[in-house]
């Protein structure tokens, strides 16, 4: 494949958009689409081509990346449904399909098997790193597949990621995904409830994480990611909880970690809490915020489980 790679790109979210930006700026030829016009104006002012439907923007493209939001939306892209017709119809036999949504093991394995079929490359590749690591290009990939074209997407994947792992076969990707997002909801909670404490006893919170920092408590959220209001800068805590992972995409995902594990009997009760406590901050209201306002919950001793 040559550098000036014709790439389609699905799906220009909160993630997508900034992922797309970073294929223009390594000097890929991206056309993209979404359901959003000003989604895709944004990215046409950046330098990308703009296509009237998905299957207009897969013509003769080396690569087509998906970034969606539910298994349902990623199986009814690419196989079709009653309301469209599915890109496997139209997919140029050689392109690989990069599926960067998070969705659930079993649709990724449908999806990539029936591609497969048609002799059409397909890995899953669900990425962490929110909003901020799609921006700087430094978002971690996860992904399923074989390992040729696990290695094919390499090329593509660097423009927007600084670590790559394949984590297995088709699906594996979205399994380990979901794993560290069912890790990552436990700490969130976790944090915010130590952090909580803190601050019920009187102590400044700025002072708590630092202690935690060089303590055993040490963790991501903490790092890069406090969910106390006005600790750390430039993060969604200090602006109202506005941008970043939304509780209703944590929700999201943390239903898929429980599918998975009562799939293969696996033991989560951890998990299990932190999809109840998600569940209930997102029915209050708060489903569009940024997933570290769950913060919120244990500020006001009524909200308290």
């Given amino acids: 494949m040559q550098f000036a790679l014709k790439v389609a790109f699905i799906g220009l979210g909160n993630m997508g958009g900034p992922m797309a930006i970073n294929l223009l700026k390594a000097k890929f030829n991206v056309t993209v689409f979404d359901l959003m016009p000003q989604a895709v104006d944004t990215l046409v002012e950046k330098g990308a081509s703009s296509a009237a439907t998905a299957i207009d923007a897969v013509k003769d493209v080396d690569v087509v990346i998906s970034m969606l939001p539910a298994g349902k939306h990623v199986e009814a892209l690419f196989l079709g449904d009653d309301k469209q017709q599915g890109l496997i119809s139209v997919l140029p036999k050689d392109c690989l399909v990069i599926d960067s949504s998070t969705i659930d093991t079993a649709t990724a394995q449908k999806v990539g098997n029936a591609l497969a079929k048609e002799s059409i490359a397909f890995i899953d ?28 997407a390499t090329l593509v994947l660097d423009k927007m990621g600084k670590n790559i792992f394949h984590a297995g076969p088709l699906g594996a990707g ?13 700490l969130m909670a976790g944090t915010s409830e130590a952090l909580q404490l803190a601050i019920d006893n009187g102590l400044d919170p700025k002072v708590v994480s630092d202690i935690m920092l060089q303590s055993s408590g040490r963790n991501w959220t903490l790092e890069l990611y406090n969910p106390c209001p006005n600790v750390m800068p430039n993060v969604p ?7 970043g992972f939304m509780v209703d ?18 033991v989560t009760p951890m998990g299990e809490l932190a999809q109840r406590l998600y569940t209930k901050h997102s029915e209050q209201g708060k489903g569009k915020l ?16």
């Fill in 125 to 152: 590749a669900p990425v962490s790193g929110g909003v901020g690591g799609a921006t700087a290009g430094t978002l971690t990939f996860i992904v399923g597949g074989e390992k040729d074209d696990f290695e094919r």
């Fill in 237 to 243: 805590s200090s602006n109202g909880y506005e941008g």
């Fill in 249 to 266: 995409l944590m929700k999201k995902d943390l239903g898929l970690a429980m599918d998975t594990a009562a799939k293969s009997h696996s």
């Fill in 174 to 186: 979205q399994t380990a995904k979901i794993c560290n997002n069912m890790l990552l909801s436990v």
């Fill in 290 to 305: 940024d997933f570290s306002s769950i913060f919120t919950l244990f500020s006001n001793p009524s909200k308290k489980s």
